[in-house]
């Protein structure tokens, strides 16, 4: 399969039609954007890193029963993906309190809930991805009771696939961000990446982050963390086979 027109450029990854109108080439970049877009960089070899290990995760989750966008992996930093519409929600899972959760209620980073939470964002960067509610989203028409109901079932069985396999590496899993779609007949299946840029992963004996907060935080190192977490996870592969 080859890329025909770019359909789409966004801030980590670009989009091009190809040949079958179901199916795109999604093209990961070193691109790196924080705060909304107001502070820009790169992290070089981030777009393979983040390429690879988002296919891992959606191969395994399809295996799991949670339907994802997944086709095939064409390169290092190219792979297929079927078409959805997506749902604009940006859908968080969070294990542990830190970001924009611990500023918004005031606590410290680090706390470690009974049980996970999820929240949802309206995933529009014009308004600044603000917070929402599920009575929100109906009332903006951008998702179904139905889609809302299932977008959670499968939010929070992703939240314990990835958080077993982390563990396996060392890796405490903080929260993360997830972006669902709807193919033409209306299935909801899991889109966008499962990366170091849209999970926090903290080195579970250290507390070290190993995620996009080296960047967003200025704290340096930030491609030696994606490359650790990446030798992490093929080698807890490595050790399933
Ligand atoms: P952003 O738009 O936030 O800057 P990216 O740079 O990651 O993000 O761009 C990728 C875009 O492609 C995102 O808007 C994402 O919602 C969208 N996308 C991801 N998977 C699919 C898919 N299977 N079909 C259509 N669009 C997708
Ligand atoms: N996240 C993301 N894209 C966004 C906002 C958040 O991938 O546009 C991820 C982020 O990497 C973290 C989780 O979602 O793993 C929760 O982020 P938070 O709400 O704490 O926001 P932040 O502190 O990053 O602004």
């Known amino acids: 399969m080859i890329k025909r027109e770019q359909v789409y450029e966004g801030k980590a990854k670009k989009v091009y039609k190809t040949d079958d109108p179901e199916l795109l080439i999604v093209s990961y970049k070193d691109d790196a954007t924080a705060f909304n877009g107001l502070k820009k960089g790169t992290i070089s070899g981030k777009g393979v890193i983040n390429n690879r290990m988002s296919n891992f995760f959606m191969k395994t989750l399809e295996e799991r029963g949670i339907p994802t966008h997944y086709v095939e992996e064409l390169s290092d930093r190219d792979t297929l993906v079927r078409k959805v ?22 606590v410290e980073e680090g706390v470690v809930f009974d049980s996970p939470t999820i929240e949802f964002s309206y995933k529009n960067d014009e308004l600044g991805d603000p917070l929402l509610n599920e009575y929100h989203a109906l009332a903006l028409s951008l998702a179904t009771c139905e889609e809302i109901a299932t977008i959670k079932e499968y939010a929070f069985k992703v939240n314990d696939e990835l958080k077993a396999f982390w563990v396996r590496c ?12 709807r193919l033409l007949d209306g299935t909801i299946v899991l889109a966008d990446e499962i990366s170091p840029d849209t999970s926090r992963l903290w080195d579970s004996n250290t ?16 491609e030696d963390a994606y490359i650790e977490v990446m030798r992490r996870l093929t080698e807890a592969r490595q050790n399933k086979q």
């Open 85 to 106: 519409e997506i749902v604009p929600l940006e859908v968080i899972i969070r294990n542990i309190s830190a970001g924009s959760f611990a500023k918004n209620y005031g």
């Open 170 to 181: 060392g890796i405490t899993l903080v929260d993360f961000k997830l972006e669902f779609g």
């Open 207 to 222: 507390g070290e982050k190993l995620d996009k907060d080296r960047f967003r935080r200025d704290l340096g190192g930030v």
